[in-house]
């Protein structure tokens, strides 16, 4: 009886293996396909299915690890184009969701500055509340008479913006600068081609699934208790972040 266990254990795997495949990643692979097919059109057959598998396992591991995870140990990398990636990990004890730009080197992709790392509550918005604004301000983007200005608060000071004629979704940290009452654009963030976008919205799943938990216990800071009334609201950092200090005694 002991001698079958392993073989069961290793079917039930498969067969976890085989769910995850067809309700999450081939979905999302098919969306980024204008990517991801382009460079497997190049491969050979073993090649092929040493990327799926390196892909599949690394999504698997996160939904069924075998150990704690560590520390920046990345749960998911999908890639939207242009070497840009969403990637999800935890950095000092809290999940973020990065949106970011990697380079080539030596020994595959690596990380650059360039790019935002949004925390649950920031990026569970975006998803949730305000990724159908952007669609709409998407679509009425080509049209002559529409004058597309919409930007959009997720917290912080980070904003998700689409503005005529840059054909781009900005998402982005601003910040006020001293003796003014303007908020400019900083460094910290990314800007991403309306197809870039579509693939952002297609990660979604992938991240909802692997942190399901986490992003349903998520609250947004507006529906907590301190937020009951407007002095709440004022005096918040992540609501208010340019002039939460004029309300704080």
């Known amino acids: 009886m002991n001698d079958t266990t392993p073989l069961k254990a290793e079917q039930e795997k498969g067969e976890k293996r085989k769910i995850l495949r067809l309700n999450i990643f081939d979905p999302v692979k098919r969306n980024l396909q204008s990517d991801f097919n382009q460079l497997l059109e190049t491969k050979n057959e073993d090649e092929e299915n040493k990327l799926t598998i390196v892909d599949d ?3 698997e591991n996160c939904l069924n690890p075998v150990g ?16 840009r990636y969403v990637v999800l990990k935890s950095f000092k004890g809290v999940m973020q969701v990065h949106i970011r730009q990697f380079e080539i080197g030596a020994k595959g992709p690596f990380p650059t500055s360039k790019g935002v ?9 975006l998803e949730e509340m305000h990724a159908d604004d952007i669609d ?4 009425n983007f080509d049209k002559n008479d529409e004058n597309v200005a919409c930007k959009i608060h997720l917290g912080s000071n980070y904003y998700v913006s689409v503005k005529k ?22 460094k910290k963030g ?23 938990k986490e992003l349903d216990e998520t609250v947004y800071c507006e529906q907590t208790n301190d937020h009951l009334n407007q002095m709440g609201y004022f005096a918040c950092s992540n609501c208010n972040p340019n002039g939460y200090m004029d309300y704080v005694f």
């Open 165 to 186: 004629p840059i054909a781009r979704v900005d998402i982005r940290r601003w910040f006020l600068p001293l003796d003014s009452d303007v908020i400019v654009p900083t």
């Open 117 to 125: 790392a949004l925390n649950l509550e920031k990026w569970k918005k």
């Open 136 to 139: 709409l301000s998407l679509n």
């Open 190 to 212: 990314i800007s991403l081609t309306f197809k870039q976008w579509s693939y952002l919205k297609n990660s979604m799943t992938v991240v909802r699934q692997l942190v399901s």
């Open 57 to 59: 396992e690394a999504t």
């Open 68 to 83: 704690p995870l560590l520390e920046g140990d990345e749960l998911c990398r999908l890639h939207l184009g242009d070497e």
